[in-house]
């Protein structure tokens, strides 16, 4: 699922005016990177390398923002992110196994999006579904008291969406 050259020129193109708006300002990268996510999906190192470019803040600057701060990805996120809750609830009742069950089905590493740009596997603390546990969000969709045997037909629903 590449993005077309003409695609990324169009959202560079997007982002300079987000950078123009934001250039010079106190504390003005941030909202730029926030918009960058929005727009390009992430914030990879050509993202971080062109902000640095347009705005003269250093890469060393923006890359720290990017690792510090949860809400960014230096990676492109998939259609389908799937967050596995290992909050104390969820965990105790089995979320790990059925992490496990999703990366297997996946061939997907935590944190990973698959080559097709379908699927993001996340890890996360509790999303507040602890009468559910254990329970996965996929997108914003709740899906509760799973086991890794349920894990298989919910991933089939999502691969038959596209």
Known sequence: MAIQATDRALQFAELDKVIEQWKGEEGGVLPIMQHAQEIIGCVDEEVQNYISAKTGVPVSTIYGIATFYSLFTLEPKGKYTIGVCLGTACYVKGSQLVLDEIA???????????????????????????????????????????????????????????
Do not use: H, Q, S, W
């Open 104 to 162: 297997k089905e996946l061939n997907l590493e935590v944190g990973k999006t698959t080559e097709d740009g379908l699927f993001t596997l996340d890890a996360t603390r509790c999303i507040g579904c602890c009468g559910l546990a254990p329970a996965i969000m996929i997108n914003d969709e709740v899906y509760g008291r799973l086991g890794p045997k349920d894990v298989g037909e919910i991933i089939e629903k999502y691969k038959k969406l596209g």
